[in-house]
């Protein structure tokens, strides 16, 4: 168990050192993932879950090259998709989810990715998280999407309390405490915090620029 920080301060406080560090070091940010139409990055964020961005980005040059819309994929079998992502987690499912999600904007959309929350929602493989980075990368919304590297660091850096034990508990706090117009950057910018230093097992306190003041609220914070 690594030792808390010393340093104390109120929540206000840690929220304005954090964001101004990320605004000043980071001031373009996006999603790492590669894409080339609104509905290529829905396929790569539903490709996404529990599978690493470099891992998508080795597998849909093709896939997009053999599907590049949802009207070719909706014609595809999932049998058929499954050969273009066999390497990524689950893909089974995926493939079923993505060729069902094609077919579904073909009919109801078409062939266009909706906006909204609630119609995202509505799409087969799409959760809450992958309806925010849609509508924040997609549509420049001010929302933020939890994801485990963003639920990890929120917790570590003391940003929310130990209460918020689920994804959206997060977002709400996160939401209330994030200035609107920092929101869509501060999920790119807690994501890549977690992807490359905050990191699961063994953090990079060292490398850390929070370190001083981090609290180091390790246990509940998904390991």
């Known amino acids: 168990m690594l030792k808390p920080a010393t340093v104390k301060m109120k ?20 999603t790492e ?4 139409s609104v509905f290529q990055l829905l396929v790569s964020v539903i490709l996404s879950a529990q599978c690493t961005d470099k891992r998508v980005n080795m597998v849909t040059p093709l896939l997009f090259e053999r599907y590049p819309d949802a009207h070719t994929m909706a014609q595809a079998e999932p049998d058929e998709v499954y050969e273009y992502i066999r390497s990524v987690s689950y893909p089974n499912s995926k493939a079923r989810h993505l060729v069902e999600m094609s077919r579904m904007l073909m009919e109801k ?37 939890v994801d485990t590297h963003v639920f990890r660091v929120s917790h570590r850096l003391g940003l ?3 209460t918020c034990d689920t994804p959206l508990k ?31 097992r ?22």
């Open 160 to 162: 929310v309390p130990k």
């Open 170 to 200: 997060v977002e709400k706090e996160l939401m209330k405490n994030i200035p609107f117009g920092q929101v869509a950057d501060a999920h790119h910018w807690l994501l890549l915090h977690g992807r490359y230093v905050c990191t699961s």
């Open 109 to 145: 959309h078409d062939g266009e990715v909706p906006g909204s929350m609630n119609e995202l929602l509505k799409l087969p493989g799409v959760g809450r998280k992958t309806a925010n980075v849609v509508q924040a990368v997609a549509f420049g919304r001010s929302v933020i999407a």
């Open 33 to 36: 993932l590669e894409f080339g």
């Open 202 to 223: 063994v953090p990079h306190c060292d490398k850390c620029p929070f370190d001083a003041f981090c609290p180091k609220v390790m246990d509940g914070s998904k390991l």
């Open 11 to 30: 929540k206000k406080d840690r929220y304005k050192l954090v964001l101004e560090h990320f605004e000043k070091e980071m001031p373009s940010v996006t």
